[in-house]
């Protein structure tokens, strides 16, 4: 029991030492929660401070931008009035132009109408004169005007029918004329038409070649190689699917054999490329030309014509690389010469003029610069030019009829030069056209300012004109392309078209020494 009182004691006395210390718990827990509550106030109102600062920084950058573009507008409405402004006198003054622009179109037109008023008051007196004039003349010629308008219009037709009767009986009879003539023209055309192998043996020499590969180097890089050898030479170079063979096409016969020999020369030594085209081709010309003073001379020994001019003789050289109608010249006056020679004996003339004038009736096919002018006037102005006999000048002349023959030995030159042509298969008159025809191509480009050389090439269907730089610009070429086109257009006639290309390049060389 008394243990029993001893624990309420105890748990009696815990309790109010319990309540005592719950006691200053609390009011420790007053005490902080009231400077908790106080700090609390003072970073609120803290915070409160810094948000109307915020917001007063905030209005305040509101405020500037928002009269910044309040003043950026009005700066706008200010310029657009400005502008209206401007608009607005340049229209007044466009205005006051206008209405004196229309005061003066109205003070002009004022003027019109009474120069009209004027005009229309002497129009009705020269009707009035020109009917006066027109009764005076019908009196005068007894007649009304629409009975001589009648009366002349009977005449003027009358007058144009016999001018049409006249011109017709003219055309039948040139027709009739000429209709034999252009018989044979056709039925020559036709056959040698059919005839082509004598066309190639005229226009076109074959290269061999060992092997295949020599015509690339032959065409080089890029085509160089053969587009030198073509413009120094005038001669298309054909390089095909013929085996170990290149085609030469030209129409003139000493370029051709001057680009085949070049072409061996080239082939055997290797070296191919433009500049030694340059030099072999330029040789090889140098050649040619002793060749051509060689077979004058051999011709005038064989033929024993003694004491023939120096320039006469290389002409006679130059007709071996010359065809006739076809027929080769140089053969064709051999010919000549000796039938006159003949002839000129049995008729008891002198046969070593006859033989002379012969040799030298075509003298004026071969010449390198050959004027507007028939080939036996051209040789006899030649003949006359380097001291022959007056009968030989007289026999070239007139062996065509361009001259009054004037000695017996010029119809035996004529009838001699005949007997040459006209034998069965000597003369083809195709070829002759076709060349002709090209060199009057060439000719004719050679006439234009700054034309150094022109070649006429594939069959004539393309000319190649070459002018100076330093004399023709770019524009100049065009312009000669195109005036030389228009002129072979006009004047000339062939088949198919003709391809004209003119070349201006431009060379720049030195020596190392």
């Known amino acids: 029991m008394n243990i029993l009182w001893i624990l309420i004691g105890l748990v009696l006395g815990a309790g109010a030492g319990i309540a005592g210390a719950t006691t200053v718990l609390r009011n420790r ?110 009196h005068i010629a007894g007649m009304t005007a629409e009975e001589a308008k009648t009366q002349l219009m009977e005449m003027m ?59 690339g180097r032959i065409i080089g890089r890029e085509g160089r190689n053969i587009r030198t050898l073509e413009s120094l030479t005038g001669v298309e170079v054909i390089i095909d699917d013929s085996p170990d063979a290149i085609i030469l096409s030209g129409f003139d016969p000493v370029r051709r054999e001057i680009a085949r020999l070049s072409l061996h020369k080239l082939v055997t030594d290797g070296r191919i490329h433009p500049a030694r085209i340059e030099e ?58 000796n039938l006159a020679a003949t002839m000129a004996s049995e008729l008891g003339l002198n046969p070593k003029l006859a033989k002379r004038a012969g040799l030298l009736h075509d003298i004026g096919k071969v010449p390198e610069n050959e004027p507007d002018m028939p080939h036996a006037i051209l040789g006899m102005k030649l003949a006359e030019k380097y001291k022959e006999h007056p009968d030989v000048i007289n026999a070239i002349g007139a062996h065509h009829d361009e001259t009054e023959m004037t000695s017996l030995i010029a119809p035996i030159i004529q009838v001699c030069d005949a007997i040459s042509g006209a034998r069965p298969g000597a003369r083809r008159e195709v070829v002759e056209a076709y060349i002709n025809r090209l060199n009057k191509l060439e000719q004719m480009a050679m006439t234009y300012p700054g034309v150094v050389k022109t070649y006429a090439i594939q069959a004539g269907r393309e000319l190649r004109v070459i002018v100076g730089a330093d004399k023709i610009s770019d524009v100049e070429a065009n312009k000669i392309s195109y005036d030389l086109s228009k002129q072979i257009q006009n004047e000339m006639t062939y088949p198919g078209q003709i391809k004209v290309t003119v070349i201006r390049e431009t060379r720049a060389i030195n020596y190392a020494k």
């Open 280 to 337: 072999v081709v330029a040789k090889t010309r140098k050649q040619i030309e002793q060749e051509i003073m060689e077979v004058g001379k051999r011709t005038c020994i064989d033929l024993g014509i003694p004491n023939l001019n120096h320039e006469l003789m290389r002409m006679v050289g130059r007709m071996k690389y010359r065809s006739s109608y076809g027929q080769n010249l140089l053969q064709h006056s051999r010919e000549v010469a």
């Open 29 to 138: 827990l007053l005490a902080k929660s009231q400077e908790v509550l106080k700090d609390a106030e003072e970073k609120g109102e803290m915070i409160k401070q810094k948000k109307e600062l915020q917001a007063k920084e905030k209005f305040m950058q509101l405020k500037s931008d928002y009269d910044k573009q309040v003043n950026e507008h009005n700066n706008k409405i200010h310029d657009a009035e400005q502008k209206l402004k401007q608009r607005e006198q340049s229209l007044s003054q466009r205005v006051e132009e206008l209405q004196k622009k229309s005061n003066e179109l109205k003070a002009a037109s004022d003027n019109l109408t009474s120069q009209v008023e004027q005009l229309n008051k002497r129009q009705a007196e020269v009707e009035k004169v020109y009917h006066e004039s027109i009764a005076k003349m019908e």
């Open 157 to 215: 037709t009358d007058e144009a029918r016999n001018d049409a009767a006249n011109s017709i009986v003219d055309i039948i009879e040139e027709a009739k004329a000429t209709a034999n003539e252009q018989a044979k023209k056709i039925v020559i055309q036709s056959i040698q038409r059919t005839a082509t192998e004598h066309a190639v043996e005229n226009t076109v020499s074959v290269f061999n070649l060992e092997n295949e590969e020599v015509k």
